[in-house]
């Protein structure tokens, strides 16, 4: 099948992160055993999803992974033209949700895997597959930590996120969290019997944003990245029942998105200090009150490396020559980094495209990423 053919199969399956992608995985494995490769599951704790990984080409030193997300964000309260789970393709465009993020980089590589075979590879390619990135990299730390354990040593990994195929060394890490307000409800007319969470989540996000003007501050004026600085977001705000009662529960939704000079523990000191700070507050009303912290996720940078072995190799391919090129998305890079790997983010499509309806990538995109694939298989061969 061409890459288009691929695209098409796996755009077909809703894997958005409510759903489980292993009829999804199904699919890969029996395209996989075709060609008499087998792949590897990893579960998540309840069973219902999975990272899955495979070889070709020999048991050796000198392997290249090639890694992709199988989910895709939530379609819900978007309006499309077209069918979002039917791939359609109109005007040199490809469109359908997860044509750009990112299934048409796992198109490209499964496209090329006859190929692969044919070629008697000397040294491994292997699919690396994730679920459940588009919840912050949940997915991948443990499909990363069965490939150190079990892999030869590998030259490089390449994470194919939309970056129109330039070569990505540095992106900013991500966190994740809320903030959970319990004060007490009463009656609007009677607020003094009550404890308003809402005023008390006023009161942490107003010392948020002291600490995003500190942050900005500290902005560098020669970063390649925009903003040049650490960011956070307050993304939802959940409080109160009605306007005649004193809002007893509050919770705020929170990100954040951090330079790689940055200390993300240094940066959740500061939300525990504003969050102990209120806690404090509420608890001297009433001591059933309080508020409470919690880091959903966090997801490392990904940083420049001293022998930079992946990005070099994916300059050699495309012939991107820019040095620390970076982008402000996280992806599953860092934490193949922190496992010890090379890493480089490099894929077609543009992330302009992404998480939006009516997402699309450029038929001419994916060609390039077909081309890259490509000479990864001579590179193995060699």
Known sequence: MKSIDVLKKLVAFNSEPSRSNLDLLDWVESYLADYGITATRVYDAGGTKANIYARVGPSCAGGIILSGHTDVVPVDGQTWDTPPFELTIRDGRAYGRGTCDMKGFVSTALAALPQMVAENLTRPIYFALS????LGCVGAPSMIAELVKKLPPVDAVVVGEPTNMKVIENHKGMMAGHVSIVGRDAHSSMPQLGVDSNLAAHAWMTDIIAVTEKLRAGRQVDSPFDPPYSTINIGTLQGGAATNIVAGTCKIGWSARVMDHDDPAAMIAELQRATDKIDAQLKAQDATCGAVLTIDTQVPALTSEPNPVAADLARSITGDNGRNQ???????????????????????????????????????????????IQKIIERQRM
Do not use: M, R
């Open 131 to 134: 679920y459940d990135e588009e």
């Open 326 to 372: 970076v982008v402000s998305f996280a992806t599953e890079g860092g934490q193949f980094q922190d496992g010890g790997y090379s890493v480089v983010v490099c894929g077609p499509g543009s992330i302009e495209q992404a998480h939006k309806p009516n997402e699309f990538i450029e038929l001419s995109q994916l060609e390039a990423g077909d081309a890259f």
